[in-house]
């Protein structure tokens, strides 16, 4: 997706929908400022993140978003064009709003995603691998693969997501750890780095398909917007599982399953694609499917959404 060409040179004072543009684009880059509200209107809480933004990419540090510095926005801004482009009304029938749902989380698999096999995507590219970086290192962290497209997921979700374009090496070494003989292994990721990534990528393809739910519903399991149906009921395509309770496992079912079969899903966090166990705290969006008999023994549920709700 290339930058539109139309895109003017913003200052202090300027008004529009670019000035939205470079508000949401600004909120998925790294800064210790607070987050800007969209609201169009270049003021001087603007002023001061572009400033920040130009010192950090080493341009001229002079508030205005002229051709240079839109050239350095430019991976942020597609990822915002990206997301529009995502959103659709939501005045349709509960099936399409499901398929809609299922629509957007097969896009960010094919656009984000391992594949189908768990293929190593090169250093760089859009495609998501959070336990590593790439590139020279940057005091103690490197460039986190696919931090891009993980920022912006995290600013879909309303989850923050601050940290997902960098990794330190200590949280690099950290994944590389087995969670069965080293137990802090899940509390570290969980407190120092982009914790919860399964359950965010649910709440982005509900939000990206237009509707009004949080990462903080989703994690509550709200009764507001969803019913709560057990792990060997049926289940259909849109509704959220929950593998473990303890793991708190998230994953977005694609195809209507009866009790007794497997359910098929897109999850975010499961690390490569080719394991054939849940191993939580990982990295990949990827497509895999469920047990039933595993999802009873480990009191899974489905989330199953109240749309009139959201």
Request: hydrophobic letters at 35%; proline letters at 5%.
């Amino acid at each position: 997706m290339a930058l539109p060409k139309s895109l003017p040179t913003l200052r202090i004072g300027s008004m529009g929908d670019s000035v939205g543009l470079l508000q949401q684009a600004l909120n998925l880059a790294p800064s210790s400022q607070p987050r800007l509200d969209s609201d169009s209107q270049f003021g001087s809480k603007t002023h001061n993140r572009v400033m920040e933004f130009q010192g950090q990419r080493q341009v001229a540090r002079d508030g205005v978003v002229g051709p240079v510095t839109w050239g350095q926005l430019e991976p942020f801004v597609k990822s915002v064009l990206q997301m529009i482009d995502q959103v659709v009304p939501v005045n349709q029938d509960d099936e399409a709003k499901r398929q809609r749902i299922v629509d957007i989380a097969q896009l960010a698999f094919e656009t984000w995603g391992w594949g189908e096999f768990g293929q190593v995507t090169p250093d760089g590219s859009q495609r998501i691998a959070a336990a590593r970086g790439f590139g020279p290192s940057f005091g103690l962290s490197r460039a986190r693969q696919g931090g891009i497209a993980l920022a912006s997921i995290y600013a879909m979700a309303s989850a923050g997501g601050s940290n997902c374009l960098s990794i330190t090496k200590e949280l690099e070494d950290v994944y590389q750890l087995d969670g069965a003989t080293n137990p802090q292994r899940r509390f570290l990721i969980n407190q120092k780095d982009i914790g919860s990534w399964c359950g965010i990528f649910t709440t982005y393809c509900y939000r990206a398909a237009g509707f009004k739910v949080t990462w903080d519903d989703v994690k509550n399991q709200r009764k507001k917007y969803f019913d709560h149906i057990a792990g060997n009921a049926a289940v259909r395509k849109g509704d959220i599982g929950v593998y473990d309770k303890n793991l708190n496992h998230h994953f977005l079912v694609i195809q209507d399953s009866a009790p007794g079969e497997h359910v098929y899903s897109i999850d975010g966090n499961v690390g490569n694609p080719a394991e054939k166990d849940v191993h939580p705290w990982n990295s990949v969006i990827a497509r895999r499917f469920y047990l039933r008999t595993t999802l009873t023994a480990k009191s899974g549920k489905f989330l199953r959404p109240k749309f009139a709700a959201m």
